[in-house]
């Protein structure tokens, strides 16, 4: 908060003293005004609960850039159900469910890395275009295979490879664009509105997913993800050019990156608490056959599942006005990956529908308030010229980390099965963040008020 604030003047002497004949403090108008009445209280508190809508409201750009990568997010989280779905169709195996995650995850890592440190030295806006284009395309080809009736599970692995790589190319261009189109002092508002974005993405996405496949078949949501695409390339082609600002000095090293972040202590123990609680504690890949073997349903079930979290997490974003008040931020992510693993365990030993997804959507808001204030801590570590490459290791971590959780999943649940797989994975988790805070108790003392990386 600065210091400068008008409001602070006064404070600081650098008001006029006030003249010799002023009333008494008792008898001034303000002091005279009656209190506040208990409706303005509320509705002061709802407006410090809500998330702050500025920025849509302030800048064309920024309205049109989170209107496309809402609608584009809805769309992928569609495919992404579908492409599970009609895996395990094929199959019947999730085993070869959970490898839908590890055929996305080495390019996710491989091109994140890399679009990363491109993002700090070529056009963003261009690489928007490349990254959304990309996308639509292997949308449209699954769209093709299914209405084809190909039944080619190498063609699925192949396209979600592709979508991993247009996907992590362009997103850390897109994250590094926030800055250049809301001043600073909007920035927080506009990450909490990207969070919730995201999350309806996730949220609306598998449910209509769901109902689409249920109704019409998979090809159904493929066709719908490739026309919403239509809103992110214009969004895009309506910026201006977005070269990195400042002297640049060769190509930017994916090497520098990760040195930076070797030397960022608490920072990296944020991102291996998220790591922790996306492999051991992310079931998505069990949620077909669980769909199936716990609830007795079909794809409308699966939709409803992949959705609960974000719903939670949803809320979690839009009534996160108290997160402000939160100053030891590394307890605070800790505390809320416990959460969330401890919540992702219990859904693995019950059988009631409507309680299962009640505990999908508390681990997902836990999870969304762990992102809140690790995002809050990597934009004080990360400097300008380090922007882009720190979000291509977030996007890296963020991404790629439920894919390798989807593999983990569906392995041990064909070893074991999935209530194992499950309640261990989620209890996993919870002794992994345990062990990372007696390993790094620096990070417990985090304090907002003096950042130490």
Not at 242 to 257: C, F, H, N, Y
């Amino acid at each position: 908060m600065s210091t400068n604030h008008p409001a602070n003047s006064a404070a600081d002497g650098d008001s006029p003293p006030a003249p010799s004949d002023a009333l008494p403090a008792a008898s001034s108008p303000s002091s005279s005004l009656p209190p506040p009445s208990s409706s303005a209280r509320y509705r002061r508190l709802a407006r410090g609960a809500f998330a702050d809508l500025s920025p849509l409201r302030d800048h064309a750009d920024y309205r049109r850039v989170w209107f496309g990568q809402s609608v584009s997010s809805v769309g992928q989280q569609m495919t992404a159900v579908a492409v599970s779905v009609q895996v395990y169709d094929l199959t019947g195996s999730t085993f070869a469910t959970g490898l839908v995650g590890l055929f996305s995850l080495v390019p996710l890592v491989a091109f994140g890395l890399y679009g990363g440190a491109i993002a700090d030295t070529a056009d963003r806006r261009r690489l928007g275009l490349i990254g959304a284009a990309g996308l639509a395309a292997v949308s449209a080809v699954l769209a093709a295979q299914a209405l084809a009736g190909l039944g080619l599970v190498a063609i699925l692995y192949a396209a979600v490879a592709l979508q991993a790589a247009f996907f992590a190319l362009a997103s850390p261009a897109r994250s590094a664009m926030i800055p250049r189109l809301v001043p600073a002092h909007q920035l927080p508002a506009a990450n909490a509105l990207n969070t919730v974005s995201m999350n309806l993405g996730l949220t609306v996405g598998p449910m209509l997913g769901g109902v689409l496949i249920g109704a019409y078949g998979v090809q159904a949501a493929y066709l719908v993800d490739t026309v919403a695409f239509g809103a992110t390339l214009y969004a895009m082609w309506r910026l201006p050019t977005m070269r990195p600002l400042g002297e640049r000095k060769g190509r930017a090293s994916v090497l520098d990156g990760l040195r930076f972040l070797r030397e960022q202590p608490n920072l990296r123990t944020s991102f291996l608490a998220d790591l922790a609680a996306m492999i051991f504690g992310m079931p998505r890949a069990l949620f077909p056959a669980l769909a199936v073997t716990f609830y007795g349903g079909d794809a409308r079930t699966v939709g409803l599942l992949a959705a609960a979290p974000a719903v939670g997490a949803l809320a979690g974003a839009l009534f996160s006005g108290w997160v402000g008040r939160i100053h030891r931020q590394g307890a605070a992510v800790l505390a809320a990956v416990i959460a969330w693993g401890l919540a992702i365990a219990a859904f693995g030993l019950v059988r009631n529908l409507w309680l299962g997804l009640l505990l999908l959507a508390a681990a997902g808001c836990a999870d969304t308030i762990s992102m809140i204030f690790r995002n809050t801590m990597m934009q004080v570590a990360a400097p300008d010229e380090m922007r882009g490459r720190l979000q291509g290791v977030f996007i890296v971590i963020v991404a790629g980390g439920p894919r390798l959780g989807d593999f983990e999943s569906g392995a041990v649940a064909s070893l074991t099965n999935p209530t194992v797989s499950v309640v261990t994975g989620g209890l996993a988790c919870v002794a992994a963040i345990l062990l990372l805070a007696a390993r790094r108790p620096a990070f417990l003392r985090y304090d907002a008020r003096h950042p130490t990386p």
